[in-house]
């Protein structure tokens, strides 16, 4: 049994061995590419699309824990609609609490200055998405009540995997918080957001949600940065290969592995392993929503979608092509520059509009107000390709 903090080590790599597994160059790929995506959409488009990615953020996170909800049934209890199936109601709810823990605290990070790694910050995550649930689905498994925010009260063995003593877990933590807040530069902090995923969840300070807790952490931390935004995730890349997620931070696990692996009592090749898997991942998640926003290939997916629907609804018409492209360019538009755009008769395109505000392809707060482009489910896999294939199927 784990008691003393020293007992994690290391919390990162040796630099030289760091350097040779490739890890700086890796991540400052990703932080170019991240500050590259950065800015490119205007803030209310951006907006839009990051309320969609929270809940693309949700299911993957579910996912991964095997709570398996529909993006069908995740958008019907956006609505506040229910199924009458308990234990449907039940994953339905664990996802919206995903999705208002994540937005919480991305309303954290934009009015306050907050350390990511203090202790405190970890049971804020913890409390965000368990207080959102019932009294009777905030247990674990084997019913015991979990107290939101609260540090495990108990030792507890996950897997092959023995976390530390449940008394020791706070200075486990204080330990990570000292280290991993003390990383330098842009890239030390990078690797440093990798290796506390593991590590963090290698401590296991909450009788349950951690993994769930741990994603949201280092979405966190890679929104402190400046490398993080509403566009990218790190956890739709874990959920491509769940097995592959969890033999990474199994093998991280490991005890040190002979003189050559390192001087604390954890593999630091283990470690290197997991913080090289992390930055691929974010690097591929990255770079995939910078293939899904080019703009030239968006115009094309916007005039293909409009093709294929008219087909079916003669009301949509192709004619939007230009100004649902602009829209998502500029953000907002009045209605009268939206029909001008179309270069139809004013009825016309009064009839084209109030098609396309039913089909939730535009959108607006008020019956006369500016109008904003808009995400529905089935325009979803022609806009954006692979990004939420679950919900198009």
Not at 130 to 145: A, C, F, I
Not at 207 to 222: E, K
Not at 336 to 360: H, P, V, Y
């Amino acid at each position: 049994m784990y008691a003393r903090s020293e007992q994690f080590e290391p919390l990162m790599p040796r630099e030289s061995e760091a350097k040779k597994a490739g890890l700086p160059a890796l991540a400052g790929d990703v932080a170019a590419r991240a500050l590259a995506l950065k800015g490119r959409l205007h803030p209310a488009t951006e907006a839009r699309l990051a309320e969609l990615l929270r809940s693309v953020n949700s299911y993957y996170s579910n996912r991964i824990e095997g709570q398996h909800t529909h993006p069908h049934d995740i958008e019907q209890a956006l609505k506040q609609s229910y199924s009458k199936e308990p234990d449907k109601a039940r994953r339905q709810r664990v996802a919206i609490a995903h999705i208002e823990a994540q937005k919480e605290m991305e309303g954290w990070l934009g009015h306050e200055e907050l350390d990511v790694y203090a202790p405190a910050f970890l049971a804020r995550l913890h409390e965000a998405f368990y207080r959102r649930l019932k009294s009777d689905e905030g247990k674990t498994y084997e019913g015991e009540r979990i107290v939101p925010g609260a540090w495990r009260d108990k030792d507890v063995k996950v897997g092959r995997h023995v976390p530390p003593a449940h008394k020791s877990v706070a200075a486990f933590l204080q330990r990570a918080h000292e280290f991993y807040g003390d990383a330098k530069g842009l890239d030390g902090r990078l690797i440093a957001c990798a290796c506390a995923h593991h590590r963090l969840a290698w401590v296991h300070p909450f009788l349950d949600g951690n993994g769930r807790v741990m994603r949201l952490h280092s979405q966190a931390v890679l929104l402190n940065i400046g490398i993080g935004s509403g566009l990218w995730a790190v956890s739709r890349g874990f959920a491509r290969n769940v097995e592959t997620y969890y033999a990474r931070l199994g093998d991280a696990d490991s005890a040190r592995r002979g003189d050559l692996d390192g001087c604390g009592n954890l593999s630091e090749a283990g470690l290197i392993s997991f913080a090289k898997y992390f930055l691929e991942t974010c690097l591929d998640q990255v770079t995939f929503m910078g293939e899904m926003l080019s703009l030239d290939n968006l115009r094309a997916r916007l005039r293909g979608y409009l093709i294929l629907r008219s087909q079916h609804d003669k009301s949509i018409r192709t004619e939007a092509e230009l100004p649902l492209y602009h829209l998502f360019l500029a953000g907002e538009v009045t209605r009268g520059e939206f029909k001008q755009m179309t270069g139809l008769a004013s009825r016309t395109a009064d009839t084209l509009l109030a098609a396309l505000l039913k089909a939730k392809l535009v959108e607006s707060e008020t019956p006369k107000g500016a109008l904003r482009f808009g995400l529905p489910m089935d325009a979803l896999g022609y806009y954006f390709p692979r990004l939420y294939p679950e919900a198009v199927a």
